[in-house]
């Protein structure tokens, strides 16, 4: 019905900077929030940041990335993206697109992509 496509991990240097993408397709109807969630070996998933995408785009980050990483959306390709700046070892981790989604048979649903590889490391 939906799929979400994470792209743009990788292999950076301490204070290195990384863009994570991820587009919905399917049968949307609407997309209420889309987000981005990492998962460290051993760790549970954590939120990074959350953005609306209604005409407030508001957005919400976890207290570790604020000032580092900013979230944003283009409702017109239903896509989320993550620019990750000043990164640190600590986060290391698969990061996961999430989207809240109203489906065209009018279903809310929320959605995960397959989750991309981010590696801080010198």
């Known amino acids: 019905q939906v799929q979400l496509v994470e792209s743009g991990g990788g292999l950076v240097q301490p204070g290195g900077s990384l863009r994570l993408s991820c587009a919905a397709s399917?049968?949307?109807?609407?997309?209420?929030?889309m987000g981005w969630y990492r998962q460290a070996p051993g760790k549970q998933r954590q939120l990074v940041a959350t953005?609306?995408?209604?005409?407030?785009?508001?957005?919400d980050y976890a207290d570790s990335v604020k000032g580092r990483f900013t979230i944003s959306g283009d409702n017109a390709k239903n896509t989320v993206y993550l620019q990750m700046n000043s990164l640190k070892p600590e986060d290391t981790a698969v990061y996961y697109c999430?989207?809240?989604?109203?489906?065209?048979?009018?279903?809310?649903?929320?959605?995960w992509g397959q989750g991309t590889q981010v590696t801080v490391s010198s």
């Open positions: 999430n989207g809240r989604i109203l489906t065209s048979d009018l279903r809310t649903g929320d959605y």
């Open positions: 953005i609306r995408f209604t005409s407030s785009s508001s957005t």
């Open positions: 399917g049968i949307i109807f609407s997309i209420y929030t």
